[in-house]
């Protein structure tokens, strides 16, 4: 077993969400839930956020500075926000402020 988040700040989020819909109607209408990937065009997969379980050795040889491409997406109660292909190989803070700007916050 791998734990990478302590359960009570968890417990916590999650009693402070149910109690927000039970007082707020439209609370869960304020919500978007995003998250961005990175794509190996070589067929590797990028292995930081990932928990891989098998009889084969995961980290065996990888393929150095593949072509890849990064994509965000965001999901509302309503609508999927992209996703939006980034044409850097590398997301920076100023990066994604643009991607707010220019593409994501006139979706919304």
Not at 35 to 44: G, I, K, M, P, V
């Amino acid at each position: 077993m791998h734990i990478v988040q302590k359960l009570p700040p968890r417990v916590a989020f999650a009693a402070e969400i149910l109690s927000r819909m039970e007082n707020e109607h439209y609370f869960l209408n304020r919500i978007i839930f995003s998250d961005e990937a990175t794509f190996h065009l070589s067929n590797s997969e990028y292995k930081h956020n990932c928990r891989i379980w098998g009889s084969e050795n995961p980290y065996a040889e990888v393929e150095r500075n593949s072509p890849k491409i990064n994509v965000w997406c965001a999901l509302s109660h309503d609508a999927v926000i992209g996703p939006f292909f980034f044409a850097e190989t590398s997301v920076t803070a100023n990066i994604y402020l643009d991607l707010f700007q220019i593409y994501a916050i006139p979706q919304m």
